[in-house]
Each structure stands twice: as structure tokens, then as C-alpha cells.
Nanobody, 124 residues
Framework: QVQLVESGGGLVQAGGSLRLSCAAS????????MGWFRQAPGMEREFVAR?????????YFSDSVKGRFTISRDNAKKTAYLQMNSLKPDDTAVYYC????????????????WGQGTQVTVSS
């Protein structure tokens, strides 16, 4: 089992950057695929990015963020990161950290563990 706590959200102008962090507690962090989803008001929770276990050799991104966002992990710190650059107003949403042990995911229904979410607001 793992508990996830996000941080790093906030208000930023279009074109700016933010870095989200997802700190995990529990053991065997390096056996979890880690990722990020986001949910805007009135919208479904959508996949943003995922990084493979154990060492993050593979990363995956939605088309809407590809080339602007990067995902990374630090197993020693039990933390995953989402670096968001060239932010757009359409990126405004609550961002959720996601984890699943020894399996990948692309849909919210496949995720085993969620963080509480952190708000990202991009002003135009």
C-alpha cells in the first residue's frame, strides 16, 4: 500500500512553468508505476503522464502535453515529479498523482492509488 501527497500547484501566467511533486509513503516505491491525471470542472479525469518502474526508463504523455511536460522520479526520495512548461489556460485543473504496483495505466479506472490533488490555475 502507498499514500500519495501532492504539492507544487498554484497560479501562474500563460507561458510560465510549475513543478508538481508527489511524495509517497510506504515501502517498495520503486515497484510502482507513477503518473499524473488532471480534472477540470465538469470534465472527466484525464491522463497526463506516466513513468515506468523501477527506474523510470519509459515515459508516456497525453498528446495535449507532449513536448511541454516531463515526468521523473527519485526512488531514494520516494517522490515523482511533473515539470510543466509553456503552460496554457487549458492546463487549468486539479492535478492528481496516481500509482499502481507492477503495472502501467492510461485510464483513471486502472489506477490503484490516488493523491488528494493540487490545483493548477493558468491565467491568460
Amino acid at each position: 500500500q502507498v499514500q500519495l501527497v501532492e504539492s507544487g500547484g498554484g497560479l501562474v501566467q500563460a507561458g510560465g512553468s510549475l513543478r508538481l511533486s508527489c511524495a509517497a509513503s510506504g515501502d517498495t516505491f520503486n515497484s510502482y508505476s507513477m503518473g499524473w491525471f488532471r480534472q477540470a470542472p465538469g470534465m472527466e479525469r484525464e491522463f497526463v503522464a506516466r513513468i515506468s518502474y523501477p527506474s523510470g526508463t519509459s515515459t508516456y504523455f497525453s498528446d495535449s502535453v507532449k513536448g511541454r511536460f516531463t515526468i521523473s522520479r527519485d526512488n531514494a526520495k520516494k517522490t515523482a515529479y511533473l515539470q510543466m512548461n509553456s503552460l496554457k489556460p487549458d492546463d487549468t485543473a486539479v492535478y492528481y498523482c496516481a500509482a499502481k504496483q507492477r503495472q502501467g495505466f492510461v485510464a483513471a479506472a486502472e489506477v490503484k492509488y490516488w493523491g488528494q490533488g493540487t490545483q493548477v490555475t493558468v491565467s491568460s
